[in-house]
Nanobody
Framework: QVQLVESGGGLVQPGGSLRLSCVAS????????MGWYRQAPGKQRELVAT???????NYADSMKGRFTISRDNAKNTVYLQMNSLKPEDTAVYYC??????????WGQGTQVTVSS
């Protein structure tokens, strides 16, 4: 059994910052790519950023320069530092991991609301 627990979401004013965390636990041998996706109301889920096991990040164009993804392999944790947040960043943010032998898993999501 594998669990992903996200935290760090909340309400923030435009221009503010938040840091999301996602911890993976359970029968984990090793983790390949870790990532963040988001889904706004009425829209499809979209890529935010991913990071490989070699610490190579990849960002959606609209997040480049504002968001930073990182991971701590010893803690099976992936982070998303979000700066200069905009109202259009409002969404549920989901963690996703690719696990050796087990495949892909999703977290339950954490709400991020950017509003004054």
């Amino acid at each position: 059994q594998v669990q992903l627990v996200e935290s760090g979401g909340g309400l923030v004013q435009p221009g503010g910052s938040l840091r999301l965390s996602c911890v993976a636990s359970g029968s984990i041998v090793s983790i390949y790519t870790m990532g963040w996706y988001r889904q706004a109301p009425g829209k499809q889920r979209e890529l935010v950023a991913t990071i490989t096991s070699a610490d190579n990040p990849n960002y959606a164009d609209s997040m480049k320069g504002r968001f930073t993804i990182s991971r701590d392999n010893a803690k099976n944790t992936v982070y998303l530092q979000m700066n200069s947040l905009k109202p259009e960043d409002t969404a549920v943010y989901y963690c996703n991991v690719d696990l050796e032998r087990l495949g892909y898993f999703w977290g339950q999501g954490t709400q991020v609301t950017v509003s004054s």
